[in-house]
């Protein structure tokens, strides 16, 4: 069972084989889903509908090679900011929502506000972001970068097999 905005939604297996399925390739027809989970293509198609106006699925995609694309650098970032009130939090989200290097941005528990995720072609080009676009934000106080080296997995795939 799975809570959204105060809605219950009960899931079964074919439910969740159709999640697995579109999440690992969303260039499959409803027809070739129906196929492989052996529904006829109409009630198919209904729970694929219904899994979108339920929000599970948000929208489908593209999966880029970043290095093939010549993004070689990849950082995260972790932040602390000078000011942890509601309208410092909120400016600085709304200002990093606008940066396309940041492709994941988290609030932490622990020592650090946030943490991001920064894709970059490379290290100069990292360092420009950093030290004319990141530390020029009044509201950041501290800023550490912590490089990746090798990446060892990387997957967008929700873990569905531990749902049922």
Partial sequence: M???DNLFMELDRQDLTILRLLQRDAT???SEIA????MSQSPCW???HRLEQNGLIRR???LLDRQSLGMEVVVFATINLTSTGRQN???????????????ECYTMTGIWDYMLKIVTRDIRHYEDFVRNTLTASPAIRE????MAVTEIK????????TQL
Avoid: K, Q, W
């Fill in 35 to 38: 196929e492989r989970i052996n």
């Fill in 46 to 48: 209904r729970r694929i």
């Fill in 28 to 30: 499959l027809s409803t």
């Fill in 2 to 4: 799975y809570f959204l």
């Fill in 60 to 62: 489908r995609v593209a």
């Fill in 154 to 161: 990387n997957s967008t795939e929700l873990p569905l097999d």
């Fill in 89 to 103: 939090l909120m400016s600085f989200e709304s200002e990093i929502v606008g940066h396309p290097e940041v492709v």
């Fill in 143 to 146: 800023l550490h970068s912590h």
